[in-house]
């Protein structure tokens, strides 16, 4: 065995120290999913976009874990759901399977957005603060608004809280799956200001659903130190 050359002990180092960087970069994105789960009132985070008052609405917004959900608006949104998604699960690969989509949403990670016009609910958000692909990212799972409530900015409002949310929580992006195949929901998350996000699969693997995403443009160092979520 000849003696290694100084290039290829340098190649080495730099492995190593690029290894060490992406455990870092996996460990640090850990506990800023932990910390955001652990926070007890994600309201304070963003409670100027909790209003909104547009477009004759006149809507009031909170945000639950689903443990603390009321069970007849956890019912509300599995129905809604249902209503607004059934029939595009149904004509793709996923199939609809009510059983699996209810437990999804009552997993206890899931986070609620609720929407309400006095004592009616209009639309809400689950999402969660997750690692994804090793990034800390608010994943948001659904965004549903009832019919009559649609094309008056609700939506687009209710994106807006979870995007603050994820810059305070020290989030890199919102992320979320979107079928191809409903051209409604793609014109609202690209007039949103969402794109193809790198971990979207090769049209050839999948082309039921895409992977979108808009960052909070937060660089490492913000991440390292973030007034918002230091004074929640
Ligand atoms: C997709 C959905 C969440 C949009 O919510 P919304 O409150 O109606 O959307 P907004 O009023 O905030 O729309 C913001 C912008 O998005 C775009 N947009 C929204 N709905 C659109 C549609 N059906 N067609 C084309 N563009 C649309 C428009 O640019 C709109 O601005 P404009 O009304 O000034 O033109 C709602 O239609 C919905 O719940 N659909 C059924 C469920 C669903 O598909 N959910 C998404 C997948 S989880």
């Not at 956890?74 to 009510?98: F, H, P, V």
């Not at 790198?198 to 130190?225: M, Q, R, V, W």
């Amino acid at each position: 065995m000849g003696k290694k050359t100084a290039t290829a002990v340098n190649k080495n180092k730099e492995k190593r120290q690029a290894r060490k960087l992406e455990q870092r970069r996996i460990a640090d994105g850990m506990t800023h999913v932990t910390n955001a789960n652990k926070l007890e009132e994600l309201a304070t985070l963003c409670k100027e976009l909790l209003v909104y008052q547009s477009n004759n609405l006149e809507v009031d917004m909170y945000i639950q874990r689903v443990t603390e959900l009321d069970k007849n608006v956890l019912q509300w949104a599995i129905d809604l759901t249902e209503r607004n998604m059934k029939n595009l699960y149904e004509t793709c690969a996923w199939g609809w399977n009510r059983d699996r989509k209810v437990e999804e949403m009552t997993e206890d990670s899931a986070w609620y957005l609720i929407a309400k016009e006095k004592d009616s609910l209009l639309a809400f958000s689950h999402f969660r603060f997750d690692l994804d692909f090793g990034d800390p990212v608010l994943y948001c799972y659904e965004v549903q608004v009832e019919a009559d409530g649609r094309r008056r900015g609700l939506g687009q409002r209710m994106l807006r809280v979870l995007e603050k949310l994820a810059a305070a929580t020290r989030m890199r992006s919102v992320r979320l799956t979107a079928l191809t195949h409903n051209p409604s929901a793609s014109a609202f998350f690209r007039a949103c200001g969402y794109s193809l996000d790198d971990t979207s699969p090769p049209k050839e693997e999948a082309n039921h659903y895409e992977i979108l995403s808009k960052s909070t443009c937060l660089t490492d160092t913000d991440l390292d130190k973030n007034p918002e979520l230091d004074g929640a």
